[in-house]
T-cell receptor
Framework: AQSVTQLGSHVSVSEGALVLLRCNYSSSVPPYLFWYVQYPNQGLQLLLKYTSAATLVKGINGFEAEFKKSETSFHLTKPSAHMSDAAEYFCAVTGNNQGGKLIFGQGTELSVKP | SQTIHQWPATLVQPVGSPLSLECTVEGTSNPNLYWYRQAAGRGLQLLFYSVGIGQISSEVPQNLSASRPQDRQFILSSKKLLLSDSGFYLC?????????????FGQGTRLTVV
């Protein structure tokens, strides 16, 4: 079985500060990992994905994430927060035994203070 | 390019009334299709997924059903809505045969059962 745990349902940072959103996964097969962003009352947009190539993955809007197998983690970072980054962020996992189904974490709401 | 359409965007329905939410995908063939529900503070729960016409898998027992009458059409239904069916419903698709592919989401339907 696969699962995802996002530590912290709400994270608040100041504009220009480092953004760190935590994601830990559990998987019995090599995982494929994703980060999505959701703005209010909208669908989810893919930020980045890890598919067993480079462990440091760069995505859109200046975000990146690093796959650490030893820590079963896939934390999302951005060096400098912008007001437009305020949204909800979801980490998701799938694997070769899942038929393409994504299993999502509970989400982390990011607030950015001016 | 591929697009996904989901409607309606918002819906208010009385308890006991029927429900029909529709999702269509354009620009691809034989996609995997998914229905997710997002309840406040509870992340995304996979409700149904489909790998082909007439092939529906249910992830959780509930008051809802899904159908796939055409290759790129996915419908979520209920005969009698419950208050607990309120939530944000998201349709998604992914490429068939690719286990490490991301899912692409529609804009969602906000359902309020009153």
């Amino acid at each position: 079985a696969q699962s995802v745990t996002q530590l912290g349902s709400h994270v608040s940072v100041s504009e220009g500060a480092l953004v760190l959103l935590r994601c830990n996964y559990s998987s019995s097969v090599p995982p494929y990992l994703f980060w999505y962003v959701q703005y209010p009352n909208q669908g989810l947009q893919l930020l980045l994905k890890y598919t067993s190539a480079a462990t440091l993955v760069k995505g859109i809007n200046g975000f990146e994430a690093e796959f650490k197998k030893s820590e079963t983690s896939f934390h999302l970072t951005k060096p400098s927060a912008h007001m437009s980054d305020a949204a909800e962020y979801f980490c998701a996992v799938t694997g070769n035994n899942q038929g393409g189904k994504l299993i999502f974490g509970q989400g982390t709401e990011l607030s950015v203070k001016p | 390019s591929q697009t996904i359409h989901q409607w309606p965007a918002t819906l208010v329905q009385p308890v006991g009334s029927p429900l029909s939410l529709e999702c269509t995908v354009e620009g691809t063939s034989n996609p995997n299709l998914y229905w997710y529900r997002q309840a406040a503070g509870r992340g995304l729960q996979l409700l149904f997924y489909s790998v082909g016409i007439g092939q529906i898998s249910s992830e959780v027992p509930q008051n809802l059903s899904a159908s796939r009458p055409q290759d790129r059409q996915f419908i979520l239904s209920s005969k009698k809505l419950l208050l607990s069916d309120s939530g944000f419903y998201l349709c998604a698709w992914s490429r068939t045969g690719a286990m490490n592919t991301e899912a692409f989401f529609g804009q969602g339907t906000r359902l309020t059962v009153v």
